[in-house]
């Protein structure tokens, strides 16, 4: 399945805080996603957003009165928990907690998150007393304790107008953040470890200049999001300056040898190393220590010696998938390098196409493995592209553990 989120049960609670607006967002994303979103909203929270708001979003009504019989359900706090997939409550407010806590059921969020089996996940909302008050966090570490997921809150500016923890998290934060919840659930790397690698290795000249390529990380890191979307614990070791992805552990790295470092001592635990990293062959042989002059000869020569070559060279009981980026006889250098990088399997990625490579949002690849087998994939996004490829990374693990 390309999209985590696709048919999955979301019952989004929505309790009195100003950041209940942002429910809006959250519903939005959910439901282009492909998600089945169904709202309940507290008395408290209809003050700071309509059910309209949400009945327009999702195309269904919103639940608020709990005395008020709803269409085809006879219990509908009891049909709601027991259908869903997930419940997030975004915003919770510090009574919305401390309802959880203690088992309350006196109104739609809390009564429904009492009923249901399925895993919770909340994005406190408050001010930073509230947030910092030892009742809050008391309720905190209980819910912790009892397997609630908590994203957020964030440092940032709150209501009152003041700067400090308590604002809810982005709506794109905590949508990762059910992703993670789901993938870690029902996804079928759930519990395993997948190291990748993504950008390109920058190798000093000086201290300002150094030699690269044009990779943009955008795969790797593409390939680190729908590992975790799926359960993976994902360790990204990457040289790219992209935002940190939501529920992946960041390794930053500069040049190849860094890279090796990085890779050498994080696959001793993990099951798959998927090499999507442009990692320069060679390097300077020496870097200047300060900023190299203007010379008055015309002409200028950098030694170069050659890199590890990190994925042949580490060794383990892990998977290992390279990529190769190619500008002539694609499949035939492709698999000239599966061979010599001891690679299971080898993406290989034709570079001089506009709309695929290097800096692209979409790919176009090919999958080749050991027993000669070709998977021509057509274009498409990089997240679809690395879907496919993590789909032959849980086959391989699935057939060794079998
Ligand atoms: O980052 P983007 O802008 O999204 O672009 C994506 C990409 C084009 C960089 C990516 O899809 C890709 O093709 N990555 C591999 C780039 C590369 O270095 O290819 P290669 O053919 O030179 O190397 C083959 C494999 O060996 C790669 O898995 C590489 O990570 C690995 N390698 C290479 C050299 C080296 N010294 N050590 C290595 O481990």
Not at 12 to 26: D, Q, W
Not at 44 to 49: H, K, R
Not at 145 to 165: F, H, K, Y
Request: charged share 25%; with cysteine.
């Amino acid at each position: 399945m390309s999209n985590p989120l696709t048919d999955r049960r979301i019952v989004l609670g929505v309790s009195g805080s100003i950041a209940a607006y942002k429910a809006a967002e959250i519903t939005s994303r959910l439901v282009q996603a492909g998600a089945e979103v169904d709202v309940a909203l507290t008395r408290a929270a209809t003050e700071f957003i309509t059910p309209l708001t949400f009945r327009s979003l999702t195309a269904r009504e919103p639940y608020v009165d709990m005395f008020r019989p709803h269409g085809e359900y006879g219990e509908a706090h009891v049909e709601l928990a027991r259908q869903a997939d997930l419940m997030v409550i975004a915003p919770a407010t510090a009574s919305t907690m401390a309802r959880l806590v203690n088992g309350l059921a006196d109104d739609f969020v809390s009564l429904t998150a009492l009923a249901t089996q399925a895993p919770i996940l909340i994005a406190p909302a408050m001010d930073s007393q509230m947030w910092e008050h030892e009742a809050t966090r008391a309720n905190r570490y209980t819910l912790e304790g009892r397997g609630v997921t908590l994203v957020g809150p964030v440092p940032g500016r709150l209501a009152s107008g003041r700067i400090g923890s308590g604002r809810m998290a982005e709506p794109a934060t905590i949508v990762d953040a059910i992703k993670v919840r789901l993938g870690q659930a029902r996804g079928d790397l759930a519990a395993r470890r997948i190291v990748v690698t993504a950008g390109g290795t920058r190798e000093a000249i000086d201290p300002v200049r150094y030699v690269g390529n044009h990779s943009s990380g955008k795969m790797g890191y593409a390939i680190a999001e729908a590992a975790r979307d799926r359960g993976a614990e994902v360790i990204l070791i990457t040289t790219a300056a992209l935002p940190d992805p939501h529920g992946v552990r960041v390794v930053r790295v500069e040049s190849a040898l860094e890279l090796q470092r990085a890779v050498e001592a994080e696959c001793p635990q993990a099951k798959a190393l998927v090499m999507a990293a442009a990692v320069a062959d060679y390097r300077p042989s020496e870097a200047a220590e300060q900023k190299m002059k203007r010379a008055d000869a015309s002409e200028l020569a950098v030694d170069l010696v050659e890199n590890p070559d990190v994925i042949a060279l580490v060794s383990g009981d892990f998977v290992k998938i390279a990529f190769a980026a190619e500008t002539e006889n694609l499949i035939e250098n492709a698999i000239g390098k599966l061979e010599r990088k001891g690679a299971q399997l080898i993406v290989a990625n034709d570079v001089t196409a506009t709309d695929a490579g290097f800096g692209t949002d979409t790919n176009r690849v090919t999958i080749l493995d050991r027993d000669g087998g070709a998977e021509i994939l057509p274009l498409m996004s990089k997240y679809e592209v690395a879907v496919r490829v993590l789909d032959r990374v849980a086959a391989l693990l699935a057939d060794q553990e079998s």
